[in-house]
């Protein structure tokens, strides 16, 4: 009896661990191998955006010296032509340069005229229009236009008349006395008066390197 009832606890226990080796694992290989956790995303830093540079502000009534680079004349340049200086002395504003020595200013010719005969004088007007900036960015400009007229002739005119005289005079009384200075007089004031008829008065010629001084009627932004 004691032999059947040990046979039968010990196929029993066969059985059992029979079934324990048959049953499927429940263990994935994800529960034994953790998911990896997804890099953090990281924002791209942004560039710093460069600040502009402040504006300086050139006063209206600011002094432009200038030396001229083309040469300038009031019997051979023309209304609406253009020439080019160059600043003589910086343009500074509260102790900063704004523009240095040597800057590319361009101008125009505004009006030109010649001298005529016995009365009309020369005259010659100009203006600054354009500053030619290293970066290649024009800045347009307004000045007060700088005006020049050519000396009055009056003077040698009257002496060449007078002298005229003074010779026809001389010859004429040489020639037969008082009447003949008379007349001698007469014809080389003539002769004089000719001679200023024929003759112009004086140009306006500004060759390069010729300083001028222009004042900037509106302030502007640099």
């Given amino acids: 009896m004691r032999r059947i009832l040990y046979t039968t606890v010990v196929a ?10 048959n049953n499927p694992s429940t263990t994935s290989a994800d529960a034994v191998q953790p998911k990896a956790e997804p890099a953090p995303v990281v ?67 505004m009006d030109a005229k010649e001298s005529g005969r016995v009365k009309g004088r020369a005259s010659l007007e100009l203006t600054l229009t354009e500053i030619v900036r290293a970066d290649g960015k024009p800045v347009s400009i ?25 010779l026809g005079a001389a010859i004429g009384a040489i020639a037969g006395g008082g009447k003949g200075a008379a007349i001698g007089a007469a014809v080389g004031g003539g002769s004089g008066t000719g001679a200023v008829l024929a003759t112009k008065g004086k140009e306006i010629r500004f060759g390069a390197e010729h300083p001028l001084s222009f004042t900037l009627s509106n302030s502007i932004e640099i």
């Fill in 12 to 21: 029993a226990l066969a059985l059992s661990v029979g079934a324990c080796n």
């Fill in 142 to 166: 307004s000045t007060k236009p700088y005006t020049a007229v050519a000396e009055s002739t009056k003077k040698r005119d009257t002496a060449v008349i007078g002298g005229g005289a003074g």
């Fill in 43 to 109: 924002a791209p830093v942004a560039d710093k955006v460069k600040e502009p540079e402040p504006k300086i502000t050139i006063p209206a009534g600011t002094k432009f010296r200038v030396v001229l680079l083309q040469a300038v004349s009031s019997d051979k340049s023309h209304s609406g032509d253009q020439f080019m200086t160059s600043l003589s002395d910086p343009i500074v504003v509260d102790g900063t340069t704004v523009l240095p020595k040597g800057t590319k200013i361009r101008g125009r010719v």
